[in-house]
């Protein structure tokens, strides 16, 4: 057994998230935390809502409602939306809690005193006509690098490279399409180029286990190249309050200094409400520990950079020296996994243009299996990948229905007829034997891939498997065995289809969670197969720090009860009913609806 981390990236709560948004973090996650759940690991899954930063006041002023009013709304909705989709979290939080507070401020005094947070000057853009100060996601311009018209403030998404806003041609407000001003303030900056080594040093290392995406280890190294110090603290009323300067109300500490700091936050919130304040130690002290990072590729640089720099700032390992603080040595990351983007056809997801689906509504009208079954099967892995509604439909009909569901309903609906439970098991014939090592083959085949993040191939080769079963009924054909003298033959025939079948579905059991537990009580079993998540209501921890929360939402679950990644006997005499299809065929109508209600939007 090894202990697993799977540190998900943690959704940014000005608004609901959309399907765009899980397809990076939230279903490559959950696929590999279950797969490594059922094949003996101790997994650790956590995340929240990311609920500071100028764009939740800036979103919050526009719909005349407080920071913290809006966070509280929109993670509200994010946690109903992500338990749903069966996202097995072992703690969902937010970053507004007391604990959070806490543990940033920890790491923030640390880092100071190993020497790794430079006190400077620098230039802040504030807004004419507000007053405000203007993040920098919320400045344009042009990249002096590449010559891209729409850099950010931060970085351009053409070239990736990091930017200040300073740094901009002709910078102009996305707010108002105003040029800022631009006036001196006092900032701490992270000393990167002071972790520049260790940082080559650990990527380097990273890349020798061949283990990164080829796309995520490079561009991760190629942003090494330009490192320099970045500002960890900002004009802002809305934030985490800077340790030594508590007579500074309006400086905070910067969203990219605190949202990946939740990693660590929410395994400590979890040991303590687990009742062992420092069973988080096992997963972050512990060097033999691995830690999986997912997100989407806008995000790559606050993982493959700034968070382990932090991390290493924080252990005392960069080029100043320094001594770790009461969290200890803390590990760094064993992998980044980051997807590409999923796109709306054949552009960008733009909740400011309506061109957006958001995973509440995507749910309430075709439920979750089916929106994970498509991010496995066709989701941006390694590529953008385009979703498009024609698609969804046909991989919804022609594979989850035509494949794995008629598979389960045949075979089910046969036994029901025939026995009306499990049949026991006569002589095997080849036929038998073949496909019954096919399917157990599996186990070896589909968790390779799912152990690599190859999420896609995983996908493809247990359908492939589910179309053997499908072969073998095809082939033996059970359904003419009608004679008394076919009865030990027709029994042996949907036994091992049965198994099959049984097998089939712990093998697409991390992909399709809820249906999981529904084809396991067709075969005649009790209760859930997989344990899912829940929401509780848990009560603030340190009411005396955070953002003044009292309770709040959260995703946990037990998943003692998750089954082995391995071939189980089905159990002979178990009542089988006649069953009800496990997938809903859509109607080919679904594809104009859909468009039609785009363009109504």
């Known amino acids: 057994m090894t202990r697993v981390l799977s540190a998900v990236a943690w959704p940014y709560a000005n608004g609901p998230r959309h399907i765009g948004h899980v397809a990076g973090f939230g279903v490559p996650s959950d696929v590999f935390s279950r797969y490594m759940r059922m094949a003996g690991h101790d997994v650790l ?10 764009p939740i006041l800036v979103t919050a002023d526009q719909q005349g409602v407080s920071a913290k009013d809006l966070a509280d709304k929109n993670n509200a909705v994010i946690v109903n939306d992500l338990a749903d989709l069966g996202l097995s979290y072992d703690l969902f939080t937010r970053t507004t809690t007391g604990n959070h507070y806490g543990v940033v401020q920890e790491m923030f005094r640390t880092v100071l005193a190993n020497g790794y947070m430079v006190e400077q000057t620098m230039q802040a853009a504030i807004s004419p006509s507000t007053g405000r100060t203007l993040p920098d996601r919320y400045i344009e311009g042009t990249c002096p690098i590449c010559g891209f018209k729409d850099a950010r403030g931060d970085q351009c998404d053409n070239c990736g490279n990091q930017l200040d806003a300073t740094d901009l041609i002709d910078p102009r407000s996305k707010i108002n399409g105003e040029t800022p001003q631009f006036v001196d303030t006092q900032h701490f900056l992270l000393d990167l180029p002071a972790l520049a080594d260790a940082l080559g040093e650990w990527l380097d290392e990273r890349e020798s286990s061949g283990t990164w995406r080829p796309n995520v280890i490079k561009f991760s190294q190629n942003i090494l190249k330009e490192i320099r110090p970045r500002a960890m603290t900002r004009d802002i009323d809305w ?15 910067y969203v990219w200094f605190d949202a990946v700091i ?9 040991a303590r409400r687990s009742g062992d304040a420092d069973a988080w130690r ?12 997912f997100m989407g590729k806008d995000n790559i640089v606050f993982h ?4 382990p720099a932090e991390l290493l700032a924080y252990n005392g390992q ?22 590409e983007y999923l796109t709306m056809g054949d552009q960008q997801f733009s909740t400011s243009r309506g061109h957006v689906l958001y995973v509440g509504d995507f749910l309430a009208r075709y439920g979750p299996d089916p929106l994970r079954y498509f991010i496995c099967a066709a989701g941006p892995e390694t590529s953008d990948a385009a979703f498009t509604w024609a698609d969804f439909v046909t991989r919804n009909n022609s594979e989850l229905v035509a494949g794995w569901g008629n ?18 098991l006569g002589e095997l014939e080849p036929v038998d034997e073949a496909v019954l090592a096919a399917v157990r083959g599996g186990f070896e085949s589909v968790g390779n891939l799912l152990g690599h993040h190859r999420l896609r191939a995983a996908t493809a080769e247990a359908m492939r498997i589910v179309g053997e079963v499908n072969k073998y009924l095809t082939v033996t054909e059970p359904y003419k065995m009608k004679d008394e003298s076919q009865r030990d033959r027709l029994a042996t025939v949907l036994h091992v289809a049965v198994q099959c079948v049984s097998d089939c579905n712990s093998l697409l059991s991390p992909f399709l969670p809820h249906a999981a537990n529904k084809v396991h009580r067709v075969l005649g079993g009790e209760g859930d197969f997989v344990p899912m998540p829940r929401i509780e209501q848990v009560d603030e921890l340190d009411p005396d720090n955070g953002a003044g929360l009292t309770s709040y939402p959260v995703i946990t679950g037990d998943y ?10 089905v159990t002979v005499g178990a009542t089988v009913e006649k069953p009800t299809p496990v997938f809903t065929k859509l109607d080919p109508s679904v594809v104009d609806e859909e468009l039609a209600r785009v363009s109504a939007d």
């Open 262 to 270: 939740g990693y660590l936050s929410a395994s400590i919130e979890w």
């Open 318 to 339: 960069g080029s100043r020296g320094g001594q770790p603080g009461s969290y200890g040595l803390l590990n760094l990351p064993t992998e980044v996994v980051s997807s």
């Open 282 to 293: 096992a997963w972050w002290n512990d060097p033999d520990a691995l830690s999986y990072y």
């Open 407 to 424: 598979l389960v309903n045949r075979t089910a609906t046969m036994v029901a007829k025939s026995f009306g439970e499990i049949p026991p």
């Open 304 to 307: 493959s950079q700034i968070w």
């Open 239 to 253: 934030g985490i309050p800077v340790p030594g300067w508590e007579d500074q109300p309006t400086k905070r500490l």
């Open 45 to 54: 899954m956590v995340s929240g809502t990311d609920e500071h930063g100028t």
């Open 560 to 569: 003692s009860g998750t089954p082995r990644w391995e071939w189980t006997p």
